[in-house]
């Protein structure tokens, strides 16, 4: 690994913390190389660099390597080694340090737990000791007899056991940051502090939070915030512990103070945890803690109500979205993430102040969910209840103020805009040139690849250089590039190149800015009201508890406009539905062409939330290999045409059905080393899927994950299908008697919840199928089984929170709606070519069994093509089901049945014995 790799996954900021240098709200410190009163040494997060501005201080600017080296003094093997230990991409025993290697040597953590936790009891009793510090807990309303606080008096000497000896301890001291050596003896850090323990998931004690209680030189005289707040060195534990396993609720806060003012105002909930984040950054370890929480199911950030304090809340949403998206489980249960509307210019303590707790409570149950296009694309929108109205008002005059100002100052000229009319030919026009990207922009983020024409002004043009264009292709993200592009473009129309990278560098922005909004736009076409209404959920809910649900949402799909197929229908919405579960579900639509196979899919594709669902009428070969990450997960996927995939896009949708995840290894160039490497392209799934196919048989690998499922071609569907089309063309069918069906059923949709499900009932049920098929089939059984409890969940019994049991009328109506599936699976010939076979058994019986047949007399009784019938007696003749009996090549062949089954015996058989299991379960 080379050195560059290795700072790149540094964040030098972090670093410095561990370092013990500490960093305010603009990236500002003291520096620890010179005699330092005013912060001097300014980090630069985006560049990754250190640099101290101080006439007196020779550090310079520093890259994180140097940093380390400089403050440890250590050799650069030693600095290299322990960088690779903080940053994860190695393992190793090398030791974190807090302040040098040679103090750090005698700290261990069980040494350092010892310390903090004998002191702590030391600060707790000096706090009851202090008039002062209770009195300033008591005017920020810290409830000192139900909390548990500290005060460092500055004497250390009322420990019975810290200085056994006297000389080690000292040093360990220091090490940990409790004591600063000076000219005269040793200084004690934080004196004068209240002290608050920070906690390991184990409940020890393994840090310090100071907050000041003298008031600060200049401070507000109005405000009631005094003094300041520092962390010990090398900063572990949070506030006030980990989060309880069984946290669901979890409200994080911006400060120690409001995290326990909040903890106050609260009534105790065995679900609910609260939690400092150590104002507006927070914390790795932090960030895991979440992560962690299993059960965790609605995440409340309750920050400052400044502009800090906002934006912090927003990064903060951000990472954890980021942060869950990457480490949850296939198929695992939502986090909602809600950012609480603090008033402007206010904290949790200071509401409190002038209202009562009510105040933090209504604050809570009214935050609003996080939305991350809402952030990229305006700014956050923060609503004050009518409490809240007094405390908004000053903040409405100044605003008010700021405005007037503005409004008095003089008009600059406009800054030159983008024209994007035409989206394959936009233009930016300046006052010395016109810049044209022809063919539009793509969508990928991570590069803007162009077709750029640079035309010289013409209000400025000499005769000579009259239409002269530059002309060029470019990533006007590549820095190198755009300068070149402007040294020729510039010696070409005699512009200035300096110029000319000016107006490109503020297109550039200009054209991500205008790219953003395109997706967004797209994003937001595809989404339908994603979040419901209390009282639309409360009406979803009252509909999924009613009896004969399922008889219910049958009626609903065929006022949302599907004809007949009562059976499929119902079968196929809640293959449809199952792309919210753990197990989605797989089904196959087998018809001939112009059946309605695939109007069927589509149509019942749209009674779920559309956001979910991908349609495809053709795949190619890598389709599925170019999709992002999560892109499919957990998704609908419908494909209308199953008969035109080769044999790749069916081995890369066969592993999305069975394992979930499809891993191909890429080649691509490298940025930092310039070489072409290897990585893995991952896309997760599950998804569940429909698809429609005109084959009469599918490859049996493919075959054995899907339910099967046979259009029905009959005329009486047809006829039902027509007179539905008149009726409605007639107005005797109104579209928005569709629309509404369709609406409530996504609706009752975004109710269901991903639970597992507990199943009794499937052990006593065996399929009465082939060998070969009984592991897979009885898998498809077990996973609908599942999705009917899950469509029943409003009704069924919770173990738990993650957990629903199923019920006898679950396994009932599964293998009522499974049957013909079931009967697919046992039948030797597919769903067409037995229908085939049961139409033509009908109109030979009455002519006798032993009645010889042409093509031509079954072509024209049974209406078929010549093709079909070519395609039907082919594969009777192969499975033995008829014979040539006798005719000639050249006047036409005649045939006559071998093998006279009963499809009515074999479906009668099915479901007697499955009734009988049926009635024995218990």
């Known amino acids: 690994m080379n050195i560059q790799t290795l700072k790149s996954s540094l964040d030098i900021i972090e670093i410095a913390h561990q370092l013990g240098i500490q960093t305010d709200k603009n990236d500002k410190a003291l520096c620890p190389f010179h005699e330092d009163k005013n912060p001097s040494l300014q980090f630069s997060r985006s560049k990754q660099i250190a640099t101290c501005f101080s006439s007196k201080c020779k550090a310079g600017t520093m890259d994180v390597v140097n940093l380390v080296q400089k403050k440890t003094g250590w050799s650069l093997n030693e600095t290299l080694k322990w960088l690779q230990a903080q940053s994860g991409l190695i393992q190793t025993d090398y030791p974190r340090i807090t302040e040098a290697p040679e103090l750090q040597a005698s700290i261990t953590e069980a040494t350092r737990i010892e310390i903090l936790s004998d002191l702590y009891q030391l600060f707790e009793r000096a706090f009851i000791g202090s008039s002062k510090a209770r009195s300033y807990a008591e005017s920020r309303n810290l409830n000192h007899r139900i909390l548990s606080v500290g005060y460092n ?50 409940d020890q004690i393994t840090g310090f939070y100071y907050r000041s209680i003298e008031q600060k030189k200049n401070s507000n005289k109005n405000s009631s915030k005094t003094g300041q707040h520092y962390y010990l060195k090398n900063r572990q534990g949070l506030y006030p512990g980990y989060p309880a396993p069984q946290t669901k609720t979890l409200i994080l806060c911006e400060s120690i103070i409001d995290t326990v003012t909040l903890m ?36 409340i950030l309750f920050f400052d109500g400044d502009e800090a304090g906002r934006n912090g809340a927003l990064k903060i949403a951000e990472k954890i979205a980021i942060k869950i998206a990457e480490t949850i489980q296939a198929g695992g249960a939502d986090l909602m993430i809600k950012i609480v509307d603090t008033p402007n210019g206010e904290d949790i303590s200071s509401l409190l102040e002038g209202h009562e707790k009510q105040i933090l409570i209504d604050l809570i149950e009214t935050a609003k969910p996080y939305n991350k296009q809402a952030q990229q694309t305006t700014e956050p929108v923060f609503f004050l209840s009518s409490a809240q109205a007094t405390a908004e008002s000053v903040a409405n005059e100044k605003r008010a103020n700021e405005k007037k100002k503005i409004d008095d ?192 899919i ?43 995939m080769n044999e790749e896009v069916e081995y890369a949708f066969r592993e999305l059905q069975s394992s979930g995840t499809l891993r191909s290894a890429v080649s691509g160039k490298d940025m930092e080393s310039a070489t072409i490497q290897t990585r893995d392209k991952i896309v997760r799934g599950p998804i569940a899927s429909m698809v429609a196919t005109t084959k009469a048989e599918i490859y049996h690998d493919n075959a054995t994950r899907v339910f099967f499922i046979g259009i029905d071609e009959s005329l009486q569907q047809t ?103 079931i009967v697919l699976k046992v039948d030797e010939l597919d769903g067409r070519l037995r229908g085939f076979y049961e139409a033509l058994k009908d109109y030979l019986l009455p002519k006798g069994k032993d009645y010889a047949f042409s093509r031509r007399e079954i072509r024209q009784a049974m209406q078929l093509s010549n093709s079909s019938l070519h395609r039907f007696m082919q594969q009777l003749l192969e499975l033995e089901y008829i014979y040539q009996s006798g005719g000639h090549s050249n006047r036409g062949l005649l045939y006559k049945l071998s093998y006279w089954d009963s499809l009515s015996q074999l479906r009668a058989g099915i479901k007697t014995t499955l009734n009988e299991q049926l009635e024995r379960l218990n």
Do not use: W
Request: aromatic share 8%.
């Open 719 to 821: 006829a039902k299908i027509i007179d539905y089309k008149n009726a409605k063309a007639s107005g005797a069918i109104q579209t928005d008697t569709e629309t509404k069906a369709k609406h409530y059923l996504q609706g009752y949709v975004q109710t269901l919840k991903a639970y597992k499900v507990n199943n009794p009932y499937l052990k006593e049920i065996k399929l009465p199928v082939p060998a070969d098929q009984l592991r897979r089939l009885h898998e498809l059984l077990a996973a609908f089984c599942n999705q009917i409890t899950l469509l029943h969940q409003h009704q069924r019994t919770k173990i738990d929170s993650h957990t629903i049991k199923a019920e006898k009328a679950d396994m009932q109506l599964a293998i009522e709606l499974l049957f013909d599936s």
């Open 264 to 299: 106050q105002s609260l009534e105790k909930d065995e679900g609910r945890s609260v939690l400092a984040n150590y104002g507006t950054e927070g914390s790795k370890e932090q960030m895991d803690a979440i992560i962690d929480l299993a059960h965790l199911e609605e995440l």
């Open 409 to 600: 100052a003089p008009t600059l000229p406009a800054l030159p805009t983008l024209e994007t009319s035409n989206p394959n030919h936009i233009v930016y026009r300046t006052d010395a040139a016109q810049y044209v990207i022809k063919g539009g922009l793509r969508m990928d983020l991570d590069s803007m690849k162009v077709s750029l024409v640079i035309e010289k002004n013409q209000q400025l043009e000499a005769s000579y250089y009259y239409n002269r264009k530059s002309r060029s292709k470019l990533d006007l993200y590549e820095d190198r590039q755009l300068i070149k592009i402007c040294r020729e473009a510039g010696e070409k129309l005699d512009l200035s190149p300096n110029r000319l990278e000016t107006d490109l560098s503020r297109m550039t922005d200009l054209l991500d800015q205008y790219r953003q909004s395109q997706i967004q736009s797209k994003q937001h076409k595809k989404t339908i009201d994603q979040s419901l209404s209390s009282a639309d959920r409360a009406e979803y809910i009252k509909f999924g508890r009613q009896p004969d649900l399922l008889k219910r949402i049958n009626t609903l799909i065929g006022k949302a406009g599907i004809v007949g197929e009562k059976n499929n229908r119902l079968f196929l919405f809640c293959v449809a539905v199952s792309h919210k579960m753990h197990r989605p579900l797989h089904a196959v639509v087998q018809g001939g062409s112009g059946s309605g196979k695939s109007y069927l």
């Open 602 to 644: 589509a149509k019942v594709s749209e009674l779920v939330p559309q956001q979910k669902v991908k349609r495809y009428t053709r795949l190619s070969e890598k389709s599925f290999y170019n999709f992002g990450e999560y892109e499919l997960c957990q998704h609908l996927i419908i494909i209308e045409d199953y008969d035109g």
């Open 153 to 202: 008096a500055g004497t250390f000497h009322h420990s019975t056991n810290l200085f056994t000896n006297r000389a080690e301890r000292l040093k360990q001291y220091e090490a940990l940051g409790l004591l600063k050596k000076t000219n005269a003896g040793y200084g004690v850090f934080g004196k004068g502090c209240l002290v608050f323990a920070l906690k390991d998931q184990r």
